[in-house]
């Protein structure tokens, strides 16, 4: 591809997305969800975290069916192609194949935020976030997390 865009979704809201890396200097968008906002009624909460984050990326905001807005993007900016990094979201292989139907699609792999020795269920971030914060933090495996501190351990 010569001239992409990019389709940042949810799953890699920062300056390190590898679409923003590799492609410094095509445009970018992201599109909140209106279905996904709809059916499962985002929180208030959920979509101000969304629209913090984006305000800190060099990215063009739209609402309403995604893969129409990123080819109607891709069109007004004469792209050849759409440039995205990977989604764990099973939303996120449909609408990448709607998009791909018109346009190439090249999907780029993050690095991971943290290593983990196991898959973990996604489905539920404090699941994962039980797992990954003492790998972060070095306080050893994934395995077993430490036990939280009391107010009477002192």
């Given at each position: 591809?010569?001239?992409?865009?990019?389709?940042i979704?949810?799953?890699?809201?920062?300056?390190?997305?590898?679409?923003?890396?590799?492609?410094?200097?095509?445009p970018?968008?992201?599109?909140?969800d209106?279905?996904?906002?709809?059916?499962?009624?985002?929180?208030?909460?959920?979509?101000g975290?969304?629209?913090?984050?984006?305000?800190?990326?060099?990215?063009?905001?739209?609402?309403?069916?995604?893969?129409?807005?990123?080819?109607?993007?891709?069109?007004?900016?004469?792209?050849?192609?759409?440039v995205?990094?990977?989604?764990?979201?099973?939303?996120?292989?449909?609408?990448r194949e709607?998009?791909?139907?018109?346009?190439?699609?090249?999907?780029?792999?993050p690095?991971?935020f943290?290593v983990?020795?196991?898959?973990?269920?996604?489905r539920?971030?404090?699941?994962?976030w039980?797992?990954?914060?003492?790998?972060?933090w070095?306080?050893?495996?994934?395995?077993?997390?430490p036990?939280?501190?009391?107010?009477?351990?002192?």
């Amino acid at each position: 591809m010569l001239r992409p865009v990019l389709w940042i979704h949810d799953e890699a809201l920062g300056p390190t997305n590898p679409s923003l890396v590799a492609h410094r200097e095509a445009p970018a968008l992201f599109v909140f969800d209106r279905e996904l906002i709809e059916t499962q009624r985002l929180s208030l909460k959920r979509l101000g975290f969304l629209y913090e984050s984006l305000l800190e990326l060099p990215v063009t905001l739209r609402h309403g069916d995604v893969a129409q807005e990123v080819l109607s993007f891709a069109s007004r900016h004469g792209a050849d192609g759409v440039v995205t990094s990977a989604g764990v979201d099973p939303r996120f292989g449909l609408l990448r194949e709607q998009i791909a139907a018109h346009l190439p699609v090249q999907v780029l792999e993050p690095e991971p935020f943290v290593v983990l020795p196991e898959p973990v269920d996604l489905r539920r971030f404090s699941r994962y976030w039980r797992r990954a914060e003492p790998v972060l933090w070095g306080r050893g495996s994934a395995a077993a997390p430490p036990a939280p501190a009391r107010l009477w351990d002192r």
